[in-house]
């Protein structure tokens, strides 16, 4: 059964505390995404990557970093830096970033401060 | 600068009726627009979608009216059922502009 999973679905950072959430997908999709939703919001484009190795910023990457070793993963971590990490973060994939491309999304992640 | 807008945060339909969700854009170079479909705490799942070569996509009780003059885009849902009741996101452009959403209850 090909889709993508996001773990852990709830997450909880401390202060000062980097968290990693995993993505994985077996699409053999070429793009992955991640996104975040806020309430009353839409969702605004974290991070993309294209190809394995290769990743770009989106609209909000202040306080996150992620990595594309393998074509099937690409956590995302949200570090320290990012002052309001409270939100639904979701991971999607297409088989390329061609504008027709529709995106397949995991079921997201959780991750609320403590 | 918001490039997608969805208007109204909600609607409410009575079952049966039609559902008609809106979509404004600002960017003319999108050339490709999408819905999709999200209940609480899961991922969006895609609806529908449509090229700027056509004014009009169905697909079964789902239609998506574009009107390229106006930036403006429509989700006809008709007959509304229950299970419709979720927060509906318009998308366009090459990594996915998302509008805010309309959360679409229907009313038994």
């Known amino acids: 059964d090909g889709g993508i999973t996001q773990s852990p679905k709830y997450l909880f950072r401390k202060e000062g505390q980097n968290v990693t959430l995993s993505c994985e997908q077996n699409?053999?999709?070429?793009?992955m995404y991640w996104y975040r939703q806020d309430p009353g919001q839409g969702l605004r484009l974290i991070y993309y990557?294209?190809?394995?190795?290769?990743?770009q910023k989106g609209d909000i990457a202040e306080g996150y970093s992620v990595s594309r070793e393998k074509k099937e993963s690409f956590p995302l971590t949200v570090t320290s830096a990012q002052k309001n990490p409270t939100a639904f973060y979701l991971c999607?994939?297409?088989?390329?970033?061609?504008?027709?491309?529709?995106?397949?999304f995991g079921s997201g992640t959780q991750l609320s401060v403590l | 600068d918001q490039q997608v807008k969805q208007n109204s945060p909600s609607l409410s339909v009575q079952e049966g009726r039609i559902s008609i969700l809106n979509c404004d854009y600002t960017n003319s170079m999108f050339d490709y627009f999408l819905w999709y479909k999200k209940y609480p705490a899961e991922g969006p799942t895609f609806l529908i979608s449509i090229s700027s070569i056509k004014d009009k996509n169905e697909d079964g009780r789902f239609t998506v009216f574009l009107n390229k003059s106006a930036k403006h885009l429509s989700l006809h849902i008709v007959p509304s059922q229950p299970g419709d009741s979720a927060v509906y996101f318009c998308a366009a452009g090459e990594k996915l502009t998302f509008g805010t959403g309309t959360r679409l209850t229907i009313i038994p």
């Open positions: 699409l053999n999709h070429d793009a």
């Open positions: 999607a994939s297409s088989i390329d970033l061609r504008e027709n491309e529709k995106l397949f």
């Open positions: 990557s294209q190809i394995v190795n290769d990743f």
